[in-house]
């Protein structure tokens, strides 16, 4: 099964991208949404989640309260190394068993956004990457998850810079400006990874 790992910064337009991909009949699978569904109560990490952080961290539904764990964790370094030392391990396993149900697909999408910060490259054959830069990307952060610019700092500057990601890169994706001609770009990248996937 040929896979490719999509990354980026927070608010680059992984899901934009990704969402290209989709338009294709790619299959998406999305590391995000696999950690989101490994807190859901019920699952192993909502559980070590909530004994770590006490009832404080759920929300009055009982849910884990997402916007408070945030701020916890890009606020007090060390709480964020306990939360991804427990995690990552987690959405690997289910990111590699998702993968191997897909062997009857050309390729596969796997959207990483810390693909390189988690060391997750072994999962995927080829890596793409969305570049964008960080004043944007603070800017879309700001509207999208309706936080003030100090947070949204913060978060950015807890991951890799553009330029070190575009570096370890096998492919890249410009996507600098509004106008960034985005569907153009997937569809070259689209054809290119069929022939790879083939051979």
């Not at 559980?47 to 606020?75: K, M, N, P, W, Y």
Request: aromatic share 6%.
């Amino acid at each position: 099964m040929f896979s490719v790992g999509l990354t980026g910064g927070i608010a680059s337009g992984k899901t934009t991208i990704s969402d290209l991909f989709a338009a294709r009949a790619v299959p998406i699978i999305d590391t995000d949404v696999i950690s989101r569904s490994l807190l859901e109560p019920g699952e192993r990490a909502f559980e070590q989640v909530s004994a770590h952080f006490g009832a404080a961290i759920q929300d009055a539904a009982g849910r884990i309260d997402r916007l408070r764990l945030r701020e916890i964790v890009f606020s007090d370094a060390k709480e964020k190394n306990w939360l991804e030392k427990m995690l990552h391990p987690l959405i690997y396993q289910r990111s590699h068993d998702a993968i191997l149900q897909l062997h009857r697909s050309a390729y596969t999408l796997v959207v990483i956004p810390l693909l390189f910060e988690t060391n997750f490259q072994a999962l995927v054959d080829r890596i793409l990457v969305v570049d964008c830069p960080a004043e944007v990307q603070v800017e879309r952060l700001i509207r999208r998850d309706n936080i003030d610019e100090n947070l949204a700092r913060k978060m950015l500057a807890q991951q890799l810079p553009n330029h070190e990601r575009v570096a370890r890169a096998h492919d890249v994706i410009e996507n600098r400006h509004d106008n960034a001609d985005l569907e153009a770009q997937v569809e070259k990248l689209h054809q290119e990874y069929l022939v790879l996937a083939r051979s």
